[in-house]
């Protein structure tokens, strides 16, 4: 197999691969490129060449052979993904039989641009719209039949609400109807996900078992037979069925694990140290991502940076000897020349040229003021498209630069680094937005979408003319680190960065370290907590590079990414501590229940009560008769409108621990949704076998609590609607327990206001890209960990402490640190010293200083971020935003709409009048 450069898919696939050997493959380093599979006639039998004619890039060679190669390394990381199910195993599903069956994965094709019909949903049986359409949850996963996984996907819950959203964004008039067990939005803002497409139009969600009915001959439409409370069974009808497959591990895994060495679990995926779900059974070896098992994409990213904090642990005496300095061309002063811009526009695969005329855009470029070279890209990003912007800015002689292709927020670095390769400014480089503000959101208005595209583009080429040459700023990076909060993630960070050789000041404000593991005692996977923090605590302070503070207060934290400076106060004293990063990692707490009886009758607990009685031996506990959980206390309600996730697999815990000291013990365990999502499914099965009893609740009508006696025992009369029998169930406990949210600590909003970092709507903290920066905060040098991001469990804590570490160690291995030469500046003889400026500014960037004038407002350029709030605050026009001056946003103003139409519309308005 081979990989070429860029080609048309289109091309390659409808009509030069007689055999469909020829793929399109992604990747991060070259986002697009052709992949010739083992089908190819050629390989096989020699019997057909064309792609070696068509080739324009002499890419294709079949004389190579597969060879070895040896590399010595001293840590490996394995991140081998995994696999969808297939549900063809089985023939229930009538998958690969009915042709309107389809699994989630060709669903995501058909919604894709660059799926087979081009981003139209429409049914391989004719070629339709389909208007009705079904999705039935957990095809492959949480079950124990042959062929089948007995473990929780995790993901399938939100990518189905995902897919049922962009659904209606194509047919608003669709019905969309969801067969689930339960709904598992366990994650940071999933709730809202979740309330966000039940609460839409035609969309029904249905607790439900489901099977395929029949396939209509005469419409090809399938019949889906279901059970509700209210109707019984029912059969009913849909134009197309989605199977939201769960995950396999991946292909192959014994092979793998067999050739490095490791074991796997029973499920197939990684078997991990109990300890640290990134460690294998193999020193030296780390595993991310989705092969420790199930995992959505922001958990796979911080493992991901764990794992490479990890390696560097093991590597560190190896540290900037095989790196190498990238070093740039000197850059040429073009400011004092014309405008020589050069247009490149890109098709984005089909994202924009399925809706764009690109070609015509073009064309339409070329005839702009100062452009004098304009060309199409398939995509602009990848790395011949890059390197080809650079060689013809070199040879065409460009000094400006505009890309028509997607929003600047992800590709603008990569952009402006074409330019520096071409020795010219970066800053020179503009990109229109010709994707999410105009091919996406205008698909199916292809002529006026092109219009706004050129539109678009002409604005960006004004603005391009406009722009002048900026230097960012170097500055040295302190290389001690900053960790607030001693719970198990801030220690576990702490100890990844000491253990690479840089010093860290671990701050607590209790007296003892552990935070709220501290009152955990056992994990469902039999870790004994205690054991394991008392390791991790022991060293921490056995460490030299890590210098405790408990007892501690932060007081005062200025500064800016590699140079910061916190003053603490402590049982040490008042002390002023300089860093280079700083990680936030101050945990949460449990929310303190209003209800059910809690505070007023001492049998009522809350589930960490309930452990510490359990590890206590409490008799009066362990020899009760009976004792209820009710889950979901405190949160996923208005006050809290989030799932705390940790709360379904700990009421299964306890209700396991306690069957095991007590078996004859009746538990029920009331729920609105059971969240035992990924590998905790197979806990939640095993409670269910020890006859713990689960009895689903809707939230309009929550069990009710009283305490009374009966037949002279006091007892505490929990009463629920049983949704099966459609009666109210009334069951007297000895016990009951809450299982009550995790909400963020008290402290929360004054740490966010010391280190200039955001806070989300549920006020914990709020991560820069929810997918792409999922540790990092918007402010620079800045990061978080544990639950102070979002409540988790100790191992997804873990992970996320080494991501932490890993991501403040790309800054602190460096000697100098790179900040933006966009930001704000003050013309003093302008400013009237209003103060509005520094009101407006969140990061602490703009401050008075003195002058023969009086107090002037100053930006310091290494806090700014360049948001421009405070230059449209001030009233005297004082502050400029560089990069973003009033000459270049009123240049495209301008273009924006030609003179001569304003000329004609105030005529036609006049004349109205």
């Not at 194509?170 to 996900?193: P, Q």
């Not at 009331?670 to 990924?678: K, S, V």
């Given at each position: 197999m081979e990989y070429c450069p860029v080609v048309y898919?289109?091309?390659?696939?409808?009509?030069?691969?007689?055999?469909?050997?020829?793929?399109?493959?992604?990747?991060?380093?070259?986002?697009l490129v052709t992949y010739i599979d083992e089908s190819c006639l050629y390989l096989k039998e020699k019997k057909c060449t064309i792609c070696l004619g068509v080739c324009k890039n002499d890419a294709i060679d079949f004389s190579q052979e597969a060879e070895k190669i040896e590399i010595k390394v001293g840590a490996i990381i394995l991140s081998p993904g995994l696999e969808p199910f297939d549900p063809k195993v089985s023939d229930e599903y009538g998958y690969g039989k009915m042709e309107n069956v389809v699994t989630s994965m060709d669903y995501e094709r058909l919604l894709c641009a660059t799926g087979p019909f081009e981003g139209e949903i429409l049914r391989a049986s004719d070629k339709k719209h389909p208007h009705k359409i079904a999705w039935i949850q957990c095809v492959g996963s949480r079950r124990v039949t042959p062929g089948n996984n007995s473990y929780c996907?995790?993901?399938?819950?939100?990518?189905?609400?995902?897919?049922?959203?962009?659904?209606?964004?194509?047919?608003?008039?669709?019905?969309?109807?969801?067969?689930?067990?339960?709904?598992?939005?366990?994650?940071?803002?999933?709730?809202?996900?979740?309330?966000?497409?039940?609460?839409?139009?035609?969309?029904?969600?249905?607790?439900?078992?489901?099977?395929?009915?029949?396939?209509i001959p005469e419409t090809k439409n399938v019949t889906l037979r279901y059970a509700t409370a209210e109707d019984g069974v029912k059969e009913e009808e849909f134009d197309m069925v989605v199977l939201s497959v769960g995950l396999n591990p991946p292909a192959e895994v014994e092979e793998l694990a067999d050739k490095f060495g490791i074991e796997l679990n029973s499920h197939g995926f990684c078997k991990a140290i109990p300890s640290n779900p990134m460690e294998t059974t193999r020193p030296g070896i780390f595993v991310s991502g989705a092969f420790q098992g199930p995992m959505d994409i922001p958990e796979s990213v911080f493992t991901a940076s764990g794992a490479g904090s990890l390696c560097g642990q093991t590597l560190d005496y190896r540290r900037g000897k095989l790196s190498k300095e990238r070093i740039y061309p000197p850059e040429r002063d073009v400011s004092k020349e014309e405008p020589r811009i050069g247009v490149f526009v890109c098709h984005c695969g089909a994202n924009i040229g399925r809706v764009v005329?690109?070609?015509?855009?073009?064309?339409?470029?070329?005839?702009?003021?100062?452009?004098?070279?304009?060309?199409?890209?398939?995509?602009?990003?990848?790395?011949?498209?890059?390197?080809?912007?650079?060689?013809?800015?070199?040879?065409?002689g460009l000094n400006r630069v505009v890309i028509g292709a997607c929003s600047p927020r992800t590709l603008e670095p990569l952009f402006r680094d074409t330019l520096r390769e071409a020795g010219i400014n970066q800053y020179y480089c503009d990109m229109a937005n010709i994707r999410e503000h105009c091919s996406w959101v205008h698909s199916k208005e292809k002529e006026e979408a092109t219009e706004k595209a050129q539109d678009t583009i002409r604005m960006s080429v004004a603005r391009a003319c406009h722009l002048e040459p900026l230097q960012e700023i170097d500055l040295p990076v302190n290389k001690t680190a900053l960790v607030v909060g001693g719970g198990i993630a801030g220690m576990t960070c702490a100890l990844s960065i000491a253990n690479q050789g840089h010093e860290v000041c671990l701050v607590e404000k209790d007296t003892d370290l552990g935070g709220m593991a501290r009152r955990i005692h056992y994990t469902l996977e039999g870790v004994d907590v205690q054991a394991y923090l008392g390791d991790v605590i022991?060293?921490?302070?056995?460490?030299?590079?890590?210098?405790?503070?408990?007892?501690?207060?932060?007081?005062?934290?200025?500064?800016?990414?590699?140079?910061?400076?916190?003053?603490?106060?402590?049982?040490?004293?008042?002390?002023?501590i300089k860093h280079g990063a700083a990680i936030l990692a101050i945990g949460a707490e449990e929310y303190k229940p209003t209800e059910y009886l809690y505070g007023e009758d001492d049998r009522v607990l809350t589930q960490l009560e309930l452990e510490d009685q359990i590890a206590r031996g409490e008799e009066r506990l362990i020899n009760s008769q009976s004792l209820v959980m009710i889950q979901c206390v405190g949160c996923r309600n208005e006050d809290r409108n989030y799932c705390s996730r940790v709360c379904c697999s700990q009421a299964i815990k306890n209700a396991l621990k306690l069957k095991e000291i007590n078996?004859?013990?009746?538990?029920?365990?009331?729920?609105?949704?059971?969240?035992?999502?990924?590998?905790?499914?197979?806990?939640?099965?095993e409670a269910s076998n020890k006859d713990v009893k689960f009895i689903h609740y809707e939230p309009d009508d929550k069990p009710q609590v009283e305490a009374v006696e009966e037949e002279g025992r006091p007892v505490l009369r929990v009463t629920a609607t049983d949704p099966i029998l459609g009666k109210r169930l009334a069951i007297d406990a000895d016990y009951l327990t809450l299982s009550a949210a995790v909400i963020p600590p008290a402290g929360n909003r004054e740490i966010s206001q010391l280190f200039k970092v955001s806070l989300g709507p549920d006020d914990f903290f709020k991560e820069a890209h929810v997918k792409l920066r999922p540790v990092d905060f918007a402010a620079d040098g800045v990061f978080l960990c544990g639950t102070a991001h979002y409540p988790k469990h100790i191992p997804e804590a873990i992970n996320q402490a080494y991501g932490a570490a890993g991501r403040a160690l790309t800054l602190l291995s460096h000697d100098i640190v790179t900040v933006s030469g966009s930001v704000c500046e003050v013309n003093e003889s302008e400013c009237v010293s209003c103060g509005a400026c520094i009101s407006a500014c969140t990061y602490g960037a703009i401050e008075f200083h003195d002058t023969r004038q009086g107090k002037k407002a100053r930006v310091n350029p290494i806090i700014c971020k360049g948001d421009g709030l405070c230059n449209v605050k001030c009233p005297t026009g004082a502050i400029s935003l560089k990069h973003f001056t009033d000459e270049e946003i009123l240049s495209q103003i301008d273009a924006a709409v030609p003179e001569e139409e304003i000329i004609q519309q105030m005529d036609a308005a006049v004349g109205d009048v």
């Open positions: 898919p289109d091309q390659y696939n409808q009509e030069i691969s007689k055999n469909k050997a020829v793929h399109i493959y992604f990747s991060q380093a070259v986002p996907s995790a993901v399938c819950c939100t990518y189905t609400q995902k897919q049922v959203i962009l659904t209606k964004d194509h047919d608003a008039e669709a019905e969309c109807t969801i067969f689930h067990n339960d709904i598992r939005s366990y994650g940071k803002d999933f709730e809202l996900y979740y309330q966000r497409a039940e609460n839409l139009p035609g969309v029904r969600f249905i607790r439900s078992y489901v099977s395929i009915g029949k396939e005329d690109v070609p015509s855009t073009v064309e339409y470029a070329l005839t702009l003021p100062n452009v004098v070279y304009a060309q199409e890209q398939l995509f602009s990003c990848a790395t011949n498209s890059a390197k080809e912007i650079t060689d013809l800015a070199k040879e065409k022991r060293k921490v302070y056995q460490h030299p590079l890590i210098h405790v503070y408990t007892d501690a207060t932060i007081t005062e934290a200025t500064g800016y990414i590699g140079n910061f400076v916190t003053r603490v106060k402590s049982e040490r004293g008042v002390t002023e078996p004859e013990m009746d538990i029920y365990i009331l729920f609105r949704d059971m969240r035992t999502y990924g590998l905790m499914e197979d806990y939640y099965r």
